[in-house]
């Protein structure tokens, strides 16, 4: 997958992401980059669990990148509150 693919994907799970966590987007910026590690972590989890990784744009790879950002977003709002 290259580059703009992950930004694209990024994207996309990450603005989901947020607005399941924090009802409202991040920002762009912060969406992305929440979105690329949210697919880096579902990707990682997914592979672990026998469920696949994060292999292009379809579906699957949106919901375990949408799953990874959630998890993401929850703990940079447990770590952004104690701070």
Request: no cysteine; hydrophobic share 55%.
């Amino acid at each position: 997958m290259g580059w703009i693919a992950w930004i694209i994907l990024g994207l996309i799970s990450g603005f989901i992401g947020s607005k399941l966590v924090n009802k409202s987007g991040s920002g762009i910026m912060l969406d992305i980059v929440i979105g690329v590690v949210g697919a880096i972590v579902g990707g990682f989890v997914g592979s672990k669990l026998g469920l696949g990784g994060v292999d292009g744009l379809n579906l699957w790879s949106i919901l375990l990148s949408v799953g990874g950002a959630v998890v993401v977003l929850l703990i940079y709002n447990a770590v952004s509150r104690r701070a």
